[in-house]
């Protein structure tokens, strides 16, 4: 079966706010995603990449765009199940608002009961985008072979979601995984399970750099805005 490059969008707008995207309009990538998107053709050099897929956001769009232009043909599609987990009443808020919340230590500690407002819940959100990816390896593999490889562009809790579902994790234990802006992480299928091959690789160590307000043990929703 085919090997899956998951790719997290570049930093956004709403990652240096501080915000809960979501599926707010108009967030697109800040100057650092603009340049974490122009590297990422140089990056994937000399990988036979055989699709793209995307989450229909902009700032996933935004990411793929430079890898396109430098490959001329490579066949473009977008699937709204890989795009961001539908957070409802919380898009659009800061995230340092949202730790108050009650909700926030259950989507914390007991994610896979979390449902939020107005939204949908964590469980659902896992479930689409499995299904999409298995669909999605039907198809390649279909049209391309069992050794293609190709790529899809969506969000760190999107990501992570998928990580925990290749490795047989409970979805309750996501949120120990971490996905940067435009890592790139990388399942190779087969027909009896998954193999986890890469795991939010950035090629930049400055995140783990030691800062001056270290980080606490709650995982950032919606995935965190990486590297400062």
């Known amino acids: 079966m085919p090997t899956l490059i998951l790719v997290r969008h570049g930093r956004s707008t709403a990652n240096t706010a501080g915000l809960l995207a979501g599926w707010t309009p108009g967030v697109t990538l800040d100057e650092r995603g603009t340049t974490q998107a122009a590297a990422l053709p140089g990056r994937l050099d000399g990988l036979p990449l ?33 795009g961001e987990c539908h957070y409802g009443d919380w898009s659009g808020r800061k995230l340092a608002e949202l730790k108050d919340e009650p909700l926030m230590e259950v989507v914390q500690a007991h994610p896979s009961t979390a449902a939020f407002p107005g939204g949908e819940s964590m469980r659902a959100m896992q479930t689409r985008a499995a299904e999409a990816v298995r669909e999605w ?67 930049d160590f400055t995140s783990l750099v030691p800062r001056a307000e270290p980080p606490g043990s709650d995982a950032t929703v919606g995935g965190g805005a990486g590297a400062p």
């Open 50 to 82: 055989a699709e793209v897929v995307t989450s229909p956001l902009e700032r996933c769009q935004e990411t793929v765009r430079p890898l396109l232009d430098s490959r001329p043909g490579l066949p473009l599609h977008t699937d709204e199940r890989i």
């Open 137 to 203: 390896n039907a198809r390649v593999e279909r049209d391309h072979g069992p050794d293609a490889v190709y790529l899809m562009c969506s969000h760190g809790d999107i990501i992570k979601s998928l990580v925990a579902d290749a490795l047989g994790l409970h979805l309750d234990l996501f949120q120990r995984i971490s996905v940067e802006p435009c890592s790139v992480t990388v399942i190779r299928y087969t027909r009896l399970r998954p193999f986890l091959v890469r795991l939010g690789d950035t090629g």
